[in-house]
């Protein structure tokens, strides 16, 4: 089926058609390319369903037959999610204002970015074959570092040179252990199940785990490998910020469960009780750092590195049930990020600041912009009716079984999430706002329509988690 050529293939079209429309038409095609791709996604849930076999709507086309690369595209429970997420999240960023910059970048040079990324995402959920795998993740890389570099901050020169040598350095190790297990193979195929059929020795297989599992970590990107997220999520224009939390780290994640659970996955289960070592640590480490920030979007960036750890905690109890909580936790904390960053955008293009302390009583003087990062830092917090509460619930589950009283330690960071964003709601959004605040609300319902879809798909997978679940259980060998 031609799912995947279609929704890459027109991402592309539509980024192209914005260069050459007129400059105004951009966010206009944008919007139109955005809603009706996501609609044609929303339309493919039943034949996603019916679909047999290990991966649905699979594709296959020939490519560099000589190396035998082929544009190899297909779905599962783990990556179709994410695909539908990214889907989503397109809509959200087309609906997002314009950023302010001294960049020079020009507006149809955003929103073509914006497509071509959205393009490349899809394109590293989708690819069964390794070589077009990593070209695609290449791809998103140099994207989000020219729209960081353009349409960042004031320090996006900075921020998108740090983005840009740490994931690439990541990345060069990941083609190395790629081009590895073609070699050692010698099955002239890229395609991941012709190397899952190798029975590559333990040695061997162990070092080209640590190796993908080294690139990986660092997209997510767990501690100690996350130090180039919190610039670039403060430098980024608020739409790359919400593409940034909602799916450029779950690629890493995705990376994992897609490679070496696929190609090593005895490797994997003899190294993931260490591998937990690092969730713990990103779970705390980011939940103690964000309680010690005072601007708005680090302290968000920061959580993301918290939540993300959730995510590795799953994966690292490696039992069928954590591993459905990690994807879970995937799409709620996409869902929720970019709400915050949304909402956090906004309070910078009216304030003028990301200080915590410098804003005072913002639920007074914009009480819709408050009341929508209530709700994000609430499903952050894991509040039941949301999606984050059913992610962690069942990440914790799973890994009980592995961890036992363990997993009171990487609880802590669920208490301490609560007390750094209950914290920055109690700065930032009560008592008395300056004196000669002017600030007021844009009234247009297009305006809050972003933050309102965002809000729904909290809810609505915090109330029908069923729904989620059986789009990943559907399909996929990881969880049989």
């Not at 599962?76 to 970048?105: A, K, M, N, Q």
């Not at 840009?164 to 350095?169: A, C, G, P, V």
């Not at 920030?293 to 959580?303: E, F, G, P, T, V």
Request: proline residues 4%.
């Amino acid at each position: 089926m031609f799912f995947f050529p279609v929704l890459i293939s027109i991402y592309f079209i539509g980024g192209l058609l914005v260069l050459f429309a007129p400059q105004k038409a951009g966010r206009l095609i944008t919007r139109i390319v955005a809603t009706a791709l996501f609609f044609y996604g929303v339309t493919s849930i039943s034949a996603y369903l019916q679909s047999s076999g290990r991966f649905a709507f699979d594709f296959s086309a020939p490519w560099i037959s000589s190396l035998g690369s082929a544009f190899h595209f297909g779905t599962d429970g783990i990556s179709y999610p994410l695909v539908l997420l990214t889907l989503f999240l397109g809509v959200i960023v087309s609906l997002i204002s314009l950023p302010h910059t001294e960049g020079g970048g020009t507006e149809k040079v955003y929103w073509a970015l914006l497509l071509w990324l959205l393009s490349g995402v899809v394109g590293v959920f989708a690819s069964l074959d390794l070589l077009v795998f990593y070209i695609f993740w290449e791809v998103v890389l140099i994207l989000m570092f020219f729209l960081i570099a353009l349409y960042g901050g004031e320090n996006r020169k900075y921020a998108s040179m740090k983005f840009l040598i740490y994931t690439q350095f990541a990345s060069l190790v990941m083609l190395l252990a790629i081009i590895d297990m073609y070699l050692i193979a010698g099955a002239r195929s890229f395609d991941i199940l012709q190397f899952s059929a190798f029975p590559y020795s333990g040695e061997i297989g162990l070092m080209l785990t640590l190796a993908f599992l080294f690139s990986f970590l660092v997209k997510m990107p767990a501690v100690p490998f996350h130090t180039w997220l919190p610039d670039a999520h403060v430098e980024a224009p608020t739409a790359g910020s919400i593409i940034l939390a909602g799916v450029l780290l779950k690629m890493g994640a995705y990376g994992i469960l897609r490679i070496p659970f696929t190609v090593f996955p005895d490797t994997i289960h003899q190294i993931a009780y260490p591998l937990g070592i690092f969730a713990f640590v990103s779970i705390l480490y980011g939940a103690f750092v964000s309680l010690a920030q005072d601007n708005l979007k680090r302290m968000i960036a920061y959580s993301s590195v918290n939540h993300m750890g959730y995510v590795l905690l799953g994966i690292a109890a490696a039992s069928p049930l954590a591993i459905k909580g990690s994807v879970y936790e995937m799409v709620a904390h996409g869902l929720g990020a970019g709400l915050l960053f949304a909402v956090a955008g906004h309070i910078h293009d009216t304030h003028k600041t990301f200080s915590i302390s410098s804003l005072k009583g913002l639920m007074k003087i914009t009480p819709i912009t408050s009341w929508f990062f209530v709700i994000g830092a609430l499903a952050a917090m894991g509040l039941p009716t949301m999606a984050g509460f059913i992610a962690e619930f069942t990440i914790f589950t799973g890994a009980f079984a592995v961890y036992r009283s363990l997993i009171l330690i990487p609880l802590i960071g669920v208490v301490v999430t609560a007390g750094y964003f209950i914290w920055t709601v109690q700065r930032s959004f009560w008592g008395s706002p300056a004196e000669g605040s002017s600030v007021t609300e844009p009234k247009t319902f297009s305006f809050w329509l972003p933050y309102v879809l965002l809000a729904a798909g909290l809810f609505f997978f915090g109330l029908w988690p069923s729904f989620l679940f059986k789009l990943i259980e559907h399909g996929q060998y990881l969880f049989g």
